[in-house]
T-cell receptor, first 109, second 116 residues
C-alpha cells in the first residue's frame, strides 16, 4: 500500500516549471514526503524530502500543504534531461520505501 | 565521489543456472537493500541488511538469497532463475544511523538480468 496517489503522466514544455502533484492523505504524522525520480534504465535518484515545511535544494522545491494531505514537486526550469518517472513516497526511518505508480513526466522541446 | 556500484550492468543467464549479482558501496552505510523492477513496473523490495542482520520481505521467493560479507559488499543470488525473474535488480543503501527520524536511500545504476 503506497499511500500516495499521483497522475500517471504529465507533459511540460522545456524551460517552463514542471509542477508534479501528489496526494498523501493517509500517510502518518511522522512520515516524511519523499520524491525520487527514475530516468529510463537507471536507478532511482533521490530528489528531496520534507515533513511539514516547504523545502528547496539545487534540484527542486517541495511544497507541502498545511494539512499534509498533498504536496507538489516543482522543477523550476525543466530540461529534456528531466524526462523521467517521478515517485512520491511517504517514508520514515521505521518503514521501508514502497514505490507506487509514479508520474511519467515528458519534457518536450 | 561516494557511490553505489553494481556489477555487471547487464547479465545474461540460462534458465535454471545460478547467477550472482553484486553491489558495493563507498558510503559506509549500515543498510543495504535489493529491489526487483520488472518492465514498466515500480521497484519492489526483496530484502535488506541492517549491518549483518538479514530482513526478508514476506513475499520474496525462496529462490532469492543474499549475502553481505562486509559493510561494503552485498550479493544477490538467484539459485534457479526462471523466465519470470528477468528484471532490473537495484541495490540501494542508507545510513541507518540510530536515532534518525528519516533514512534516505541511495540507489545504484542497476543490473539488467536476462534469462534465456
Amino acid at each position: 500500500d503506497a499511500k500516495t496517489t499521483q497522475p500517471p503522466s504529465m507533459d511540460c514544455a522545456e524551460g517552463r516549471a514542471a509542477n508534479l502533484p501528489c496526494n498523501h492523505s493517509t500517510i502518518s504524522g511522522n512520515e516524511y514526503v519523499y520524491w525520487y525520480r527514475q530516468i529510463h534504465s537507471q536507478g532511482p535518484q533521490y530528489i528531496i524530502h520534507g515533513l511539514k515545511n516547504n523545502e528547496t535544494n539545487e534540484m527542486a522545491s517541495l511544497i507541502i500543504t498545511e494539512d499534509r494531505k498533498s504536496s507538489t514537486l516543482i522543477l523550476p526550469h525543466a530540461t529534456l534531461r528531466d524526462t523521467a518517472v517521478y515517485y512520491c513516497i511517504g517514508h520514515n526511518a521505521g518503514n521501508m520505501l514502497t514505490f507506487g505508480g509514479g508520474t511519467r513526466l515528458m519534457v518536450k522541446p | 565521489d561516494a557511490m553505489v556500484i553494481q556489477n555487471p550492468r547487464y547479465q545474461v543467464t540460462q534458465f535454471g543456472k545460478p547467477v550472482t549479482l553484486s553491489c558495493s558501496q563507498t558510503l559506509n552505510h549500515n543498510v543495504m537493500y535489493w529491489y526487483q523492477q520488472k518492465s514498466s513496473q515500480a521497484p519492489k523490495l526483496l530484502f535488506h541488511y541492517y549491518d549483518k542482520d538479514f530482513n526478508n520481505e514476506a513475499d520474496t521467493p525462496d529462490n532469492f538469497q543474499s549475502r553481505r560479507p562486509n559493510t561494503s559488499f552485498c550479493f544477490l543470488d538467484i539459485r534457479s532463475p526462471g523466465l519470470g525473474d528477468a528484471a532490473m535488480y537495484l541495490c540501494a543503501t542508507s545510513a541507518g544511523t540510530s536515532g534518525l527520524l528519516t533514512d534516505t536511500q541511495y540507489f545504484g545504476p542497476g543490473t539488467r538480468l536476462t534469462v534465456l
